[in-house]
């Protein structure tokens, strides 16, 4: 099953797996220079994990992101910005209000573009029975107050580690068998579409399937990749591109 979304626009951006924090602050840059009208994209789509970690109910998470939530909201008056929940950026409506979030639980999500049919997720929502309850537990509200609580009174010593450890962390990195993993991730699925896109795996690489085309985008955090929406020709539908500034 899938939900019914939006409609993609011609010249909308499409950022994967940014993983934003002070020790990562390129996508704080690329959105200053949206946010000035000097980039002009039609629609934003953050396609999950666009920060190392924002909850709504650990408010230290949102004091680390202040500026660049505020700056998604300036953005949000102006375009249409959607939001994938991902496994580090979740539990995201009452922080951006202005926005559509779609939450693990409503992916993936069925858009359309011109006469084509387009499934977008963050990636992870068809993950096996223990990651399933993995991410039940840690969206959990009882538990990231907990969390929040015991947190607070170590000087927020778990989340500074969880930082320190995410930085260091190879956002690059090749998956062997990718697509031997896709073909299987895909081969008794019944998604009826042209185009299925995700990100969480950061690989950038794309599939003929039989039963559509599959395309894994690359993750902003390696190089500042991001993709834009342009008009279909010989089966392409996104545009790469790279932030060279920040």
Do not use: W
Not at 224 to 238: G, T
């Amino acid at each position: 099953m899938y939900h019914s979304g939006f409609k993609l626009l011609e010249g909308a951006y499409i950022i994967a797996d940014a993983h934003y924090s002070h020790q990562r602050p390129q996508l704080l840059a690329f959105i200053k220079e949206i946010d000035a009208n000097k980039l002009q994209p039609t629609q934003l789509i953050f396609l999950g994990d666009c920060f190392d970690a924002l909850f709504y109910e650990v408010s230290y998470t949102q004091e680390q992101n202040r500026e660049i939530i505020d700056l998604i909201k300036s953005v949000s008056k102006k375009i249409e910005v959607i939001f994938f929940e991902g496994n580090h950026d979740f539990n995201l409506s009452k922080i951006f209000t202005t926005l559509k979030v779609y939450p693990l639980k409503n992916q993936p999500v069925l858009v359309t573009y011109n006469d084509k049919k387009i499934l977008l997720s963050h990636g992870d929502f068809d993950a096996g029975i223990v990651y399933r309850l993995y991410s039940s537990i840690i969206r959990n509200r009882f538990v990231l107050r907990s969390l929040a609580f015991i947190d607070t009174l170590g000087d927020n010593f778990i989340l500074k580690k969880l930082d320190t450890k995410l930085s260091k962390k190879d956002d690059c990195k090749n998956m062997q068998d990718f697509k031997s993993y896709t073909q299987k991730r895909f081969e008794d699925s019944s998604y009826s579409c042209d185009y299925f896109l995700d990100g969480h795996y950061h690989q950038n690489q794309s599939y003929t399937l039989e039963e559509f085309n599959y395309i894994n985008l690359g993750a902003f955090a390696c190089n500042q990749r991001y993709f834009s929406v342009k008009f279909f020709k010989d089966k392409e539908l996104l545009e790469e591109k790279f932030f060279l500034k920040g």
